[in-house]
């Protein structure tokens, strides 16, 4: 009984061509724009473009700054300069050819002799202001070794294009993770969520007072919860097989490193989806809205969760554990992502596992929750 | 005594302040193919609704098959076929699977069931649309699917709430003996519609519910000789003076005369011969007068005399 | 005006779905704007980090080192246990977590630089490569002084002086330097939010009106194509405003101080502008949507794909050349140009530029506008 209603209830929500597009094509539709969004960020090294920047130099000017220039311009590739005087300077600055201006002058003024205009405060003008800061650091540097032992200024000037680590990583983790898998987290998460519509799906055809075909089901020779199981059994094995597949895309076909413990992964996107599955059933539960109202709330659930995750906006799970750390410890999309970043970044299985009971937790509430809504068996009016 | 399938006893039925079922009573017996008749609104659904105890009622009680009839009262659901007023299919099942499916929820076993489904898609003549979708179906089709997931599993008793609404005449006659035809292989009928042709031609005991209760109840013939209206006559007169009017009004057995547009409607109470009658009168006044003809009452004149309405024109 | 009127009653009808939308993504807009405008702010500033410090050196450049980062960060204790310090990070009570190894001085004198320290970032965290930067820097410049015949104590000191040091940068025009006003963070997300409420909005009233027999209805009747529609693209405009409107009513009260000045009068244009576009992208998305839930799903694509390629989540700078130029045919990246050249005007003179994003983005409006008639036109007659 259980398997035959759990086939049709699988054939028939398979079939729902639009939820399958939600849960199956949106998120890999999404990866695919974040791929391309973030693109030169996934790469092993970041590739910056040159960056223009004018270069205005007054007689008798130390030569010094514009040898470290013309280092990071052969060398680095980092900067491209164009050599001009004061007033050409400023008009390709205002007409965005360059994105700053050093002023080398001759004589020392309060700062240092080399100045950085700029117009705005981009990357771009972030490390153009390193490239001067550190040059003002080692100027300043080279002028105490002159005042203190200038025997040994020689031997300094060597050290200065000298690359040293000094800094080796602590062994907190071996997976190499890069800013951006936050938002890839965050759009399993979203994956995981799309249950929501499914979810949905069981309770309308679930209670007798929003659909036809619930009227018949509630009529018909078997028990309430022997038709309930199968069909939240389904949902939750085809939103499961969604995630699975997505999951797969952004691994294999994206190349997107999501860590080496494939399996707990898929442990997390299981009960994700349960989560999922559990709130929309909820909401469906809820009074007898119109069906277009409650996809609307499912919808704006799923993409708030998703949005607080960090889907949109990265950082965001920094943000909200300053202000409102609740918020981390009871969105399941944070909660989703959470664990994934534990699994994968901290090693060691008690922080994961804390997600994962809260995670179920969460699930036993919205189940609960939407049982004791519909258990009610006779209704008001249909 | 043939078997009491359903007695419903002072049921009563509020949605806030309408009253949907005042006191309804109802004894429905093995074999029979009863139909509840009446206009929308009169509570034909919301009784259907008790039956299948999917609605809450305020005071009564409902037994079926003998037994107090509960939401979880499985046993007895088992024996029930329930084809309702709207289509109730999964657009995502194609027919054979829509009724595969909703008759898996009655029959467990897998031979048993397949030799149902077979039935049943032969039964309502869907044999070329086994495969098709729900959305492809006409509307006659559909609601011949509808019926079908509602008997496949055959049911002791069926319940029939609306099934020919919005049908084309061919669907409806197919549909109308289809019925027929399940009731003589056994099956108790509840039959409800508010096209009283269809009630008149198949059912055996007909009850007419008005604002929630039962106004008459019976055979038609019983209905029908409940009211005074043994016949009605109507002749095409082109010109009648009021006295002569009064005169026809006092013809025996005469207690209804009715003049417009040249029509003349006349209903006489039992009685035998009552053409002759006014024909003779006719003749004698030297009225002339096109066409005649007379006709037995039906249950929309049932209805107008017992709660005053036509049935028919509240319909729709 | 019948279809304008039944237009506004359709949209009544739905307006607690409107209205849950409206306030949701407004919440949203506002905490995004909320959250990006804190890590906008650090950009020019020094950040201060909490960082576990455990020096196992009792020599002069591993003091000199803890001395250095005392200066500009908060230091704590190193958590007794890897686990602790797992937790530590996990719940951000720390950003860094530095080791000094006890024969530090002693190597570092030697000339061995290579991994001598051992530091950890809290992973996801983009602050702490800067941290890392700094202490890079310094041992760097200890370095040089050693080698350049110092001892280390004075190098430790100079060092530390020398790291003092800081770029001189100014600003060509005295706005430049304003860091952004919070008003900017708010017009930010203009695009994502609008893009979804409009196709959620009008597509709900739309879908209404292109039911297939009450079009066929609609088309029979003696009113012309043109008038119908003119009717229902009245009620769209209205619908339009609307959500501008309450998006500007909201930014007034928040940021007045924003709104009265010529930026924030040019970002609500702008906003205007791109209101028109979104709506009209709804019009057009509208034709191929049949139901409720298809709409909620198409709303989620366009707007999250238009946003994300118009630059609106992730800063364009991030984004490769090609994507770049293909984000040129999104709407969204102009009103992004638009709303950056505004932080840079002063006056109603010298906003050419910006005209000419407003104009881009109201061309865009009139292209998805007119392919969605022409859709629309052709569905009607092969229906």
Redesign the interface.
């Known amino acids: ?1 259980f398997f ?2 759990y086939i ?1 209830s699988l ?3 398979s ?2 061509k ?2 399958m ?2 849960s199956l094509i ?1 998120p890999i ?2 990866g695919t ?2 791929r ?6 996934l790469e092993e090294e970041v590739i910056f473009h040159q960056i223009p920047v004018a270069y205005v130099a007054e007689e008798g000017a130390s030569l010094a700054f514009e040898e470290t220039l013309n280092l990071l311009e052969e060398d680095n590739g980092l900067v491209k300069i164009v050599r001009t005087d004061g007033e050409e300077a ?1 008009i390709l ?2 007409e965005e050819k360059v994105e700053g ?1 050093f002023y080398n002058r001759a004589s020392a ?4 002799n ?11 003008q ?1 490390i153009l ?2 490239i ?3 040059y ?6 080279m002028g ?2 002159g005042r ?2 200038p ?3 020689e ?2 000037v ?3 294009g ?1 690359q ?10 071996d997976t190499p ?1 890069s ?1 951006m ?2 938002y890839f987290y965050a759009l399993i998460a979203m994956d995981c969520l799309m249950g929501v ?1 499914m979810g949905l799906q069981i309770a309308i055809n679930y209670k ?1 007072n929003l ?3 619930a ?10 919860f022997g ?1 309930l199981m199968p069909d939240l059994a389904a949902r939750i094995t085809i939103q499961f097989l969604c995630t699975v597949c997505s999951v797969c895309y952004l691994t294999f076909a994206m190349k997107i490193s999501l860590g080496n413990k494939f399996g707990l992964l898929l442990l997390t996107t299981l009960v994700g989806s349960v989560v999922g599955i559990f709130m929309g059933f909820f909401i469906g539960a809820i009074g007898t809205y119109k ?3 409650k ?3 499912c ?2 659930c799923m ?2 969760s998703s ?2 995750a960090g889907l ?2 990265g ?5 909200l ?1 300053r202000y409102a750390p609740i918020v981390n410890r009871i969105n399941p999309a944070s909660l989703i992502v959470k664990s994934l ?2 699994l994968n ?4 299985y ?2 994961y596992t804390q997600c994962m009971i809260s995670l179920l937790v969460i699930a036993i509430l919205l189940g609960t929750g939407a049982f004791a809504m519909i258990r009610r ?6 | 005594m043939a078997e009491q399938i359903i007695e419903i006893e002072n049921l009563v039925k509020r949605y806030k302040e309408l009253v949907a079922l005042d006191h309804l009573n109802l004894t429905v017996t093995e074999g029979e193919v009863f139909g509840l008749l009446g206009p929308n609104g009169s509570g034909k659904t919301t009784a259907i609704s008790c039956i299948l105890a999917l609605l809450q009622f305020d005071k009564g009680s409902v037994r079926v098959l003998g037994k107090e009839m509960q939401p979880d009262s499985y046993d007895i659901k088992r024996q029930i076929g329930v084809v309702l007023q709207n289509v109730a299919v999964f657009e995502e099942l194609t027919v054979q699977e829509n009724i595969d499916y909703f008759c898996g929820l009655y029959i467990t076993d897998k031979k048993e069931r397949k030799q149902c489904v077979e039935d049943a898609i032969v039964f309502s003549g869907l044999e070329d649309f086994r495969r098709f979708y729900p959305k492809k179906l006409s509307g006659g089709l559909l609601r011949r699917l509808n019926i079908a997931c509602g008997i496949a599993h055959k049911p002791r008793l069926i319940i029939l709430d609306e099934p020919t609404v919005a049908v084309d005449p061919q669907s409806r006659n197919r549909i109308l003996e289809g019925i027929q035809k399940l009731n003589q292989e056994g099956a108790t009928i509840i039959y409800t519609s508010h096209y009283m042709e269809e009630v008149e031609q198949i059912c055996t005991r007909i009850a007419i519910l008005d604002k929630g209760r039962c106004v008459a109840m019976g055979t038609k013939e019983e209905l029908k000789a409940m009211i005074k209206t043994g016949e009605k006559i109507h002749l095409e007169i082109w010109e009648l003076k009021p006295e002569q009017l009064e005169e026809i009004r006092s013809l025996r057995h005469v207690y209804q005369v009715d003049y417009r547009e040249g029509m003349l409607e006349i209903r006489c109470s039992g009685g035998k011969h009552n053409l002759v009658h006014i024909l003779d009168y006719l003749a004698r006044r030297e009225i002339s007068f096109g066409r005649v003809y007379s006709e037995l009452p039906t249950l929309n004149d049932v209805f107008l005399e017992i709660t005053g309405k036509e049935l028919r024109d509240s319909a729709e | 005006m019948q279809v304008f009127k039944v237009f506004c009653k359709v949209l009544s009808k739905h307006k607690s779905s409107i209205l849950i939308y409206i306030v949701i993504y407004l919440m949203i807009s506002l905490i995004m704007s909320r959250s990006i405008q804190q890590t906008g702010e650090l950009k020019f500033t020094k950040v201060s980090l909490k960082i576990a410090v455990e020096n196992q050196d009792q020599g002069e450049v591993g003091k000199g080192l803890v001395a250095f980062l005392e200066k500009n960060n908060k230091i704590k204790e190193v958590p007794a246990d890897q686990e602790a310090i797992k937790d530590a990070m996990y719940y951000q009570e720390i950003d860094y977590v530095l080791v000094v190894p006890g024969n530090f001085t002693e190597q570092f004198l030697l000339g061995k630089t290579e991994g001598i320290l051992e530091g950890t970032a809290v992973p996801g965290s983009s602050t702490a490569s800067l941290i890392e930067n700094e202490i890079q820097q310094y041992l760097n410049t200890v370095n040089m002084y050693l080698k350049a015949g110092i001892d280390a104590d004075r190098a430790v000191t100079l060092s530390s002086e020398d790291m003092e040091q800081q770029a001189a940068v100014e600003f060509l025009e005295e706005s430049d330097a304003q860091s952004l006003p919070a008003g900017f963070y708010f017009f930010q997300y203009i695009p994502y939010v609008f893009l979804v409420i409009m196709i959620l909005g009008l597509g709900m009233v739309m879908n209404t009106f292109r039911d297939k027999e009450l079009a066929a209805r609609n088309k029979c009747s003696a009113m012309s194509f043109f008038q119908q529609n003119l009717q229902f693209i009245l009620g769209c405009i209205l619908f339009t405003l609307g959500v501008f409107l309450f998006f500007m009513i909201t930014a007034f009260c928040l940021y007045s101080d924003y709104m009265f000045s010529v930026k924030g009068l040019l970002s609500a244009v702008n906003a205007l502008a791109f209101s028109v576009c979104a709506a009209s992208v709804a019009w057009f998305c509208v034709q191929f949507v049949r139901s409720a839930p298809e709409l909620s799903m198409m709303s989620n694509v366009i707007s999250l794909s238009f946003s994300f390629l118009g630059g609106v989540f992730v800063p364009m700078d991030l984004m490769s050349d090609g994507v770049k130029q293909a984000s040129k045919f999104i709407p969204s990246y102009w009103y992004m140009i638009a709303n950056q050249e505004i932080q840079k005007v002063e006056s109603l003179a010298e906003t050419g530029g910006i005209y000419q994003s407003f104009l881009i983005v109201l061309l865009f409006a009139l292209a998805f506008f007119s392919v969605g008639l022409l859709v629309n036109r052709m569905k009607l007659r092969t229906a």
């Open positions: 009984m035959r209603l049709y054939k028939q929500t079939r729902q639009l939820i597009f939600w949106f539709i999404l724009l974040f391309a969004a973030f693109g030169e960020f400023e600055l205002k201006i003024a309060e700062k240092g080399v100045s950085l205009t700029v117009t705005s405060q981009e990357m771009s972030s202001s390193s001067l800061e550190q003002q650091r080692v100027f300043h540097t105490n070794i203190e032992n025997a040994g200024i031997a300094a060597k050290e200065i000298q040293r680590q000094y800094l080796t990583e602590g062994g907190i983790t993770k800013v898998t936050d519509s007798a659909s036809n075909i009227v018949r089901r509630v009529a018909s020779g078997t028990s309430r038709m069906e277009s109202l996809e609307g709330v919808v704006c993409m708030l949005f607080l949109m906006v950082g965001m799970y920094r943000f554990e970043y534990s970044i901290y090693e060691g008690e922080r068996e006779r209704y008001a009016s249909i």
